[in-house]
């Protein structure tokens, strides 16, 4: 049984010392995950090992039934282009392009002509409601669209897994609220296991499940509802 994420187990130690320590995780397709824990806790290492950008000492992780932490780095970076969208505080949106280029950039990176992928980002757009800013420059949309062209660039190539790291955390409750519901239908209507980390209470409690980071660990119901697993 393939789970859109599978973490066994992991043990992750940054400057000797351990950040994670058997960490378990599963995440089915078009579940949402949110992580909670205090500044410090792990959570970023944890996405990031999820994500395939830290590899754990021991344990495994897997993507679509893939092991990432096997791979070597071509491979990794391979299947996180295929596999994963990132919405991460600060975008990893790039300011020398507009916003329907941003959009389509993980398409063309993945050998998809421009058409194709003008059309794919322009619809993408529509789902997020920015298309009428398609060709602002990123100094010209305000935090909370910028967000929303975000999580249109995630979802472009329909990837089996988001992470999201603090998306909400810049903006003002209304547009957080916004952002986040954006982002938990577009997983759920596209199938995507989502894991969101969040400080904020409000947003973890619209998640299909809340885990808690702690001491190395994550507390709480670490299984996926296996009425959802593909
Ligand atoms: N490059 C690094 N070198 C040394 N220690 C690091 C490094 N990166 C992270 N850490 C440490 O690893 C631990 C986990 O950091 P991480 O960023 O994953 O926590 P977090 O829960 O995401 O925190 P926050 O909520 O403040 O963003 C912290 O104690 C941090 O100081």
């Known amino acids: 049984m393939n789970y859109a994420v599978d973490v066994r187990d992991v043990r992750v130690c940054i400057a000797s010392r351990p950040v994670l320590d058997g960490v378990e995780l599963r995440v ?4 949402v995950v949110a992580i909670e824990g205090a500044s410090g ?8 090992t999820v994500a395939g950008l830290i590899r754990p000492s021991s344990g495994s992780v897997e993507i679509a039934g893939r092991r990432i932490d096997k791979l070597n780095d071509r491979r990794r970076s391979a299947l996180r282009l295929r596999m994963i969208g990132s919405v991460f505080q600060f975008g990893e949106l790039l300011p020398e392009f507009n916003v329907i280029e941003n959009v389509e950039l993980p398409l063309r990176l993945l050998g998809h002509g421009r058409t194709h992928s003008r ?15 398609a060709e602002r420059g990123l100094s010209e949309v305000s935090g ?3 967000q929303r062209a975000a999580i249109a660039r995630a979802l ?3 990837p ?3 992470l999201a790291d603090e998306p909400t955390g810049s903006l003002d409750e209304d547009a957080a609220e916004t952002v986040l519901k954006l982002l938990i239908d577009a997983s759920h209507r596209h199938g995507a296991g989502l894991i969101v980390v969040t400080h904020h209470h409000d947003v ?8 808690q980071l702690v001491h190395g660990t994550l507390k709480g119901r670490t299984d996926a509802n296996e009425a959802v697993v593909t």
């Not at 089915?28 to 579940?31: K, T």
């Open 156 to 158: 472009a190539h329909e």
């Open 28 to 31: 089915a397709s078009g579940e």
């Open 160 to 162: 089996h897994v988001l």
């Open 144 to 146: 909370g669209q910028m």
């Open 119 to 133: 059309a794919r980002a322009k619809e993408l757009l529509e789902e997020v409601g920015i298309d009428d800013l």
């Open 41 to 48: 806790a792990g959570k970023s290492t944890l996405l990031h």
């Open 204 to 211: 973890a409690r619209q998640c299909d499940r809340t885990l």
